[in-house]
């Protein structure tokens, strides 16, 4: 089969690889139809995210079901499903308890309590390195899909797959920032970053009953985009002191909900990246201290975006003499898919509408360039499998998982 396959950092290809087979009783192989590239994908992409070895990427796919393992009860072939990201066996502790990115099952190389930079991590995720359980990803005509009894939904046949797909991580991404800040309505909710996930939280607020949405983003073109889908306002670090404007704009007491949907690789200058190379961190907190100064005594601060390493200087003062209320990790997407899904089936939101790219995966590589060099006004690409299928004149990449 095609598939977009991680070399090295800044070598992502569209090469031949063996089809997936059934490994266990409860797998499915799915027939991608759709599938898309995700900023956290972009970590791989830089190295930030490490992977030693050739590894099919994505973790945002949809699809039919091609094969079904004997063990599996809720799925038969033919049935078109969307995947959410973590991989969850369905009943561990963890996942009898509402946090299936901490199943204790599908990461069994690298599980462990301690939550260290290179061990001791959470659940498995689709195509995103070894650390995370080494499972080849759906950017790719076809995938295996272990535990499919527990994640996968049947999506209903009058709804698109554009409709649906980011079903999979970024809107239950957005929603948990906002779902884990309690919202009570009338709240000022300001979101770093106007990436997908951002969008996505944006949404989510209003959802959850926000008075005012505040979307930052240093690229003006991505808070045009945020301006007309999610009708907020905008801020541009680049242009305004954000911390202020917020300041200003709730009578001096900052934002109740602040939302960093960026993580630890923003727009840096050279003193940003001179101190983090001599503190020896990974990236950069920049956007997070900024939401610690921008949200309200007593707020919530959602963290969405990726942080893998330690950071010096953590602002811990800040936190306690503020009372910040701190809510981050991976989204908890069965605690909410079904709920989602009728929201997107009875017209409460619209989730494609931040589609800026539909490619077909022979052009990943184009792909994930514009996506990451923020080209072409790029905000979401979207991959079809099955569309301009070319053929590779070369031996197939051999891939371990």
Known sequence: MKAAVFHKPGDIR?????????????????????????????????????????????????????????????????????????????????????????????NYKHYGPNGDMAD??????????????????????????????????????????????????????????????????????????????????????????????????????RLEKAKAVNKVETLNPDEVDVVEAIRAMTGGRGADVCVD?????????????????????????????????AVRRMGTVSIMGVYGSTYDNFPLHRLFDKGITLKMGQAPVLNYVDHLIELVKTEKVVLDDIITHTLPLSEVTHGYDIFNKKEEDCVKVVLKPWEQRKEIESEPVKIEN
Request: proline share 6%.
């Open 120 to 221: 001791q991590k959470g659940a498995a995720l689709f195509g995103y390195t070894d650390l995370y359980g080494g499972y080849s990803g759906g950017q790719a005509e076809y995938v295996r899909v272990p535990y499919a009894d527990i994640s996968p939904r049947v999506v209903p046949e009058n709804m698109t797959d554009e409709q649906v797909l980011f079903l999979t991580d970024i809107f239950p991404t957005g929603w948990s920032a906002i779902d884990w800040a309690q919202l009570k309505g009338g709240e000022v909710v300001a979101i770093f970053g106007s990436g997908p996930v951002g969008l996505m939280a944006q949404k989510a607020a209003w959802l959850n009953g926000a008075s005012r949405v505040i979307a930052i983003d240093p690229l003006n073109y």
């Open 14 to 106: 569209y090469d031949t690889v063996e089809d997936p087979r059934l490994e266990q009783d409860t797998d499915v192989i799915l027939k991608v139809t759709s599938t898309a590239i995700c900023g956290s994908d972009l970590h791989i992409l830089s190295g930030g995210v490490p992977q030693p070895k050739p590894m099919v990427m994505g973790h945002e796919f949809m699809g039919i079901v091609e094969e079904v393992g004997k063990g599996v009860k809720n799925l038969k072939k033919g049935d078109r499903v969307v995947v959410p990201f973590p991989i969850s066996c369905g009943h561990c502790f963890f996942c009898q308890h509402e946090a299936s990115p901490a199943c204790e099952n599908s």
């Open 261 to 293: 949907a960026v993580g630890f690789e923003p727009e840096r200058n050279i003193a940003d990246k001179a101190k983090a190379l001599i503190n020896f961190e990974v990236g950069s907190m920049k956007v997070l201290d900024m939401a610690f100064k």
